[in-house]
């Protein structure tokens, strides 16, 4: 069992940065492909971005692509959402997730929800105009 919890959120100018943080619970953290995903109100969750396990190779959707990175403390059980140039667009409740193997291993599924399998309870990014 694996526990998540987001911390970093909060309400910040357009153009503005915040570093999103979540804490993984455990001592297979280094095993788990690590997601987050975005939801705003009435919209469906959305990927983000995700790292292997290793740290090793990152993938993003195309709309925040040079804007947000995403790194990995294995020796911390620590994932991060570093978020620049963060526009209103952005705003929503921000869901860090945990993917065991298999799924960790195979890259092509790091987008869709149904890969993870542990979920934090999310924290609010709200960028103003």
């Known amino acids: 069992q694996v526990q998540l919890v987001e911390s970093g959120g909060g309400l910040v100018q357009a153009g503005g940065s915040l570093r999103l943080s979540c804490a993984a619970s455990g001592r297979t953290f280094r095993r788990y492909a690590m997601g987050w995903f975005r939801q705003a109100p009435g919209k469906e969750r959305e990927f983000v971005a995700a790292i292997s396990p290793s740290g090793g190779s990152a993938y993003f959707v195309d709309s925040v692509k040079g804007r947000f990175t995403i790194s990995r403390d294995n020796a911390k059980n620590t994932v991060y959402l570093q978020m620049n140039s963060l526009k209103p667009e952005d705003t929503a409740v921000y869901y860090c997730?945990?993917?065991?193997?298999?799924?960790?291993?195979?890259?092509?599924?790091?987008?869709?929800?149904?890969?993870?399998?542990?979920w934090g309870q999310g924290t609010q990014v709200t960028v103003s105009s």
């Open positions: 997730a945990a993917a065991a193997p298999p799924s960790a291993y195979d890259s092509a599924t790091y987008n869709r929800p149904r890969s993870y399998d542990y």
